[in-house]
């Protein structure tokens, strides 16, 4: 049985059209690179990147959920190329924070919040090994 080519090419273009992917940038500094780029996926807002020192890598970034709401921030830190700071949100609320502390690329510190300001947890990684060393809980204080 062959599927009309009209079928099939309606098919293929409505289904194409659930990934479109556009990107804007912005020269923020006159220099004639961009310096801020807002990623749009169907239409809706799906991520900011900024390069804060004009050093042509992206040291911040702010990353959307379908509904358009923060669902996290990365950040480098300490403008080596690599995001080292990570923010997690859930309804708009701050949730957790991870850090690579030592800029190695592994996270060892993760900071869990109540109400997007109290720490309720905390563990930490201090011997860089990619294991767990120290965990202090603050939710029964």
Do not use: C
Not at 6 to 13: A, E, R
Not at 81 to 93: A, K, P
Not at 128 to 140: A, L
């Amino acid at each position: 049985m062959r599927i009309p080519t009209v079928i099939l090419l309606f098919f293929l273009m409505s289904f194409t059209s659930v990934f479109v992917t556009e990107r804007i940038g912005s020269d923020e500094n006159g220099d004639g690179s961009n310096d801020t780029w807002t990623v749009f996926e169907d239409g809706k807002r799906k991520a900011i990147y900024y390069d804060s020192n004009f050093d042509g890598n992206v040291n911040y970034a702010h990353i959307f959920d379908k509904e358009g709401a923060m669902i996290e921030e990365r950040l480098d830190y300490n403008h080596d190329g690599s995001m080292d700071d990570f923010y997690f949100y859930e309804e708009g609320v701050l949730i957790r924070r991870e850090i690579d502390t030592n800029y190695d690329g592994e996270v060892d510190v993760w900071v869990h919040l109540r109400e997007g300001i109290y720490i309720s947890r905390y563990e930490q990684d201090l011997d860089f090994d990619g294991e767990i060393d120290k965990v202090k809980d603050f939710s029964n204080e």
